[in-house]
């Protein structure tokens, strides 16, 4: 099923937003840039800067995500969108 998922798409186009910067995030940006995907990490800026720092497709930005405009904002921009923060943030994301 997931080849069928995938079949055809040129993954490497796609554009992941990375929303968090705790333990499992690094790993999830380093599969994901290996792999050519684009990798937007939002978080605080300095935390996101960290995250990405040495891996070639990752991008950080400064994100809010109580700044439901600023949210939206990102969201369009991306593919996909992995939210690695705390559970009672995901409704906003959601939306």
Same mark, same amino acid.
């Given at each position: 099923? !997931?080849?069928e998922m995938w079949a055809g798409q040129d993954v490497a186009r796609f554009e992941v937003l990375l929303l968090g910067a705790g333990f499992v995030t690094k790993p999830t940006v380093q599969v994901l840039s290996d792999a050519q995907i684009t990798v937007v990490v939002g978080w605080t800026l300095e935390s996101a800067k960290k995250l990405c720092q040495g891996i070639e497709n990752a991008h950080p930005i400064s994100l809010d995500v109580t700044d439901s405009e600023a949210l939206d904002? !990102?969201?369009a921009k991306a593919d996909v969108v992995v939210s690695l923060i705390p559970y009672t943030y995901h409704a906003a994301i959601i939306k």
């Open positions: 099923m !997931e080849d904002a !990102e969201v």
